[in-house]
């Protein structure tokens, strides 16, 4: 991921597939797996197989709930729906997230972009009315 290449990423990432729901004590916990696998997937433009990836930890919360994947999932979720167009879903999943960091520090950089994302669902949601 930190080259762009998603297809490079996506392809290293296919054997852990089977490790995804596996509690190891390494590196495979936490489903950090499949929330890069996740991001891969929405670099590389394919948002519904991004949806499947992040589903999987918010199926799963007992699973990396200690982890800042579990939280991040909601907002990648949102950001895989509205590459699908799905904006009505991608506003829930935004919603969930900024609920959950409610009392985040508003200068972290990743809550600022997910409250600008969100204000542009938001602002895109009322030009087609």
Known sequence: MQKHDPVAAIDLLRETVQYDLA?????????????????????????????????????????????????????????????????????????????IWKDADPNLPVYRQAKAEYAQLQKSRYQTR
């Open 23 to 99: 509690y190891t004590f390494q590196s495979f916990d936490y489903l950090y797996p499949a929330y890069i696998r996740g991001l891969a997937y929405l670099e590389s433009g394919d948002g519904r197989s991004a949806a499947g990836e992040f589903q999987k930890l918010i199926d799963n919360p007992g699973l990396c709930w200690e982890y800042i994947t579990c939280p991040l999932a909601r907002l990648q979720l949102g950001r895989a729906q509205r590459l699908m167009g799905d904006n009505a879903s991608a506003r829930e999943s935004y919603e969930e997230f900024l609920t």
